[in-house]
T-cell receptor, first 115, second 114 residues
Framework: AQSVTQPDIHITVSEGASLELRCNYS??????LFWYVQSPGQGLQLLLK??????LVQGIKGFEAEFKRSQSSFNLRKPSVHWSDAAEYFC?????????????FGRGTSLIVHP | DTGVSQNPRHKITKRGQNVTFRCDPISEHNRLYWYRQTLGQGPEFLTY????????KSRLLSDRFSAERPKGSFSTLEIQRTEQGDSAMYLC????????????FGPGTRLTVL
């Protein structure tokens, strides 16, 4: 069975500082990997995804993520955080189980941005 | 296209009542997912459809829950004999097949069971 761990429930950063949100997954092969963002009162929005190819993936809003097979990780980064980045961030994996693609989300990391 | 819509946005019901939620996906999307999200947790997969066929159901899904997607367009999620533990945000998402594509989420239906 696949699983996702986001070890940090909350992360607090100052505006302009760099950010790294951690995500570890468990799956027998390389799954599809995603990062979604959920702003208050908004639906989840895809930031970026990875399945194969270059292990450094660029996404929207200046985010990037790096896939590390040896560590089963897919950490999200941003070099300079803006106040508008304050939101809930979810890592997700989607692996094939019996021919069906079943998505599993982590519990999320809440990002707090101080001015 | 205005994206994925869900109705109602909020539902308050008494324990034991039945409730039904509706999801209208992006029109060209053939996959439709239902999730449940509780406070401090990520979306928990409930079920998904490809066109009108329900391809997968979570083992955690009680038999009080049923979902349909007639004609492969909108979908409904019904909860019978609601319990207080059913209180949650119910999310709908749609995507293109095959798997691994971006899911587009609706705003959710918040259910409160008194």
């Amino acid at each position: 069975a696949q699983s996702v761990t986001q070890p940090d429930i909350h992360i607090t950063v100052s505006e302009g500082a760099s950010l790294e949100l951690r995500c570890n997954y468990s799956y027998g092969a390389t799954p599809y990997l995603f990062w979604y963002v959920q702003s208050p009162g908004q639906g989840l929005q895809l930031l970026l995804k990875y399945f194969s190819g270059d292990t450094l993936v660029q996404g929207i809003k200046g985010f990037e993520a790096e896939f590390k097979r040896s560590q089963s990780s897919f950490n999200l980064r941003k070099p300079s955080v803006h106040w508008s980045d304050a939101a809930e961030y979810f890592c997700a994996v989607e692996g094939v189980a019996g021919g069906s693609y079943i998505p599993t989300f982590g519990r999320g990391t809440s990002l707090i941005v101080h001015p | 296209d205005t994206g994925v819509s869900q109705n109602p946005r909020h539902k308050i019901t008494k324990r034991g009542q039945n409730v039904t939620f509706r999801c209208d996906p992006i029109s060209e999307h053939n996959r439709l997912y239902w999730y449940r999200q509780t406070l401090g947790q990520g979306p928990e997969f409930l079920t998904y459809f490809q066109n009108e066929a329900q391809l997968e159901k979570s083992r955690l899904l009680s038999d009080r829950f049923s979902a349909e997607r007639p004609k492969g367009s909108f979908s409904t999620l019904e909860i019978q004999r609601t319990e207080q533990g059913d209180s949650a945000m119910y999310l709908c998402a749609s995507s293109l097949a095959p798997g691994g594509n971006e899911q587009f989420f609706g705003p959710g239906t918040r259910l409160t069971v008194l």
